[in-house]
Nanobody, 132 residues
Framework: EVQLVESGGGLVQTGGSLRLACAAS????????IGWFRQAPGKEREGIAC?????????????FDTDSVKDRLTISSDNAKNTVYLQMNGLKPEDTAVYYC????????????????????WGQGTQVTVSS
C-alpha cells in the first residue's frame, strides 16, 4: 500500500523557516516522482516543487517569489530514508496553507508534474501557519 506521511508543519513568525518532510512507503522510491503542493482556504491546490526519486532532477513552480525562489525554497530527497524534504525560508503570512506531498510513477520529472492532477497518491497534509 502506497503511503505518504507529511510532517514538520506548524506555526512560525514572518521571516521564519520550516522544513517539511514526506515519508514514503509501499513503492519503489527510485521509480517515482514526488511533488509538494499547498492549498489555502478557498484557493486551488498549487504546485510548489517536484523531484525525481531516481536522479534528483527537480522543478520549481512559481508559487513562491520567482526572483528569489532559490533563496526561499529547496526540495531534496534522502533515498536511504525514502523521504523528500521541502525547506522553506523567509516565510510570509500568504504562505499559510495546508502543504501536501504526492507521488506518481515516473523515474523522470517534467515541468508538468507541478500540476496536481498528474499525481496518483497523496498524503494527508500538514498545516503551515505564518503569523504576521
Amino acid at each position: 500500500e502506497v503511503q505518504l506521511v507529511e510532517s514538520g508543519g506548524g506555526l512560525v513568525q514572518t521571516g521564519g523557516s520550516l522544513r517539511l518532510a514526506c515519508a514514503a512507503s509501499g513503492f519503489a522510491f527510485d521509480k517515482y516522482a514526488i511533488g509538494w503542493f499547498r492549498q489555502a482556504p478557498g484557493k486551488e491546490r498549487e504546485g510548489i516543487a517536484c523531484i525525481s526519486g531516481s536522479d534528483g532532477t527537480r522543478f520549481y513552480g512559481s508559487v513562491f517569489d520567482t526572483d528569489s525562489v532559490k533563496d526561499r525554497l529547496t526540495i531534496s530527497s534522502d533515498n536511504a530514508k525514502n523521504t523528500v524534504y521541502l525547506q522553506m525560508n523567509g516565510l510570509k503570512p500568504e504562505d499559510t496553507a495546508v502543504y501536501y506531498c504526492a507521488a506518481q510513477e515516473s523515474a523522470d520529472t517534467y515541468w508538468w508534474m507541478l500540476f496536481a492532477n498528474t499525481y496518483d497518491y497523496w498524503g494527508q497534509g500538514t498545516q503551515v501557519t505564518v503569523s504576521s
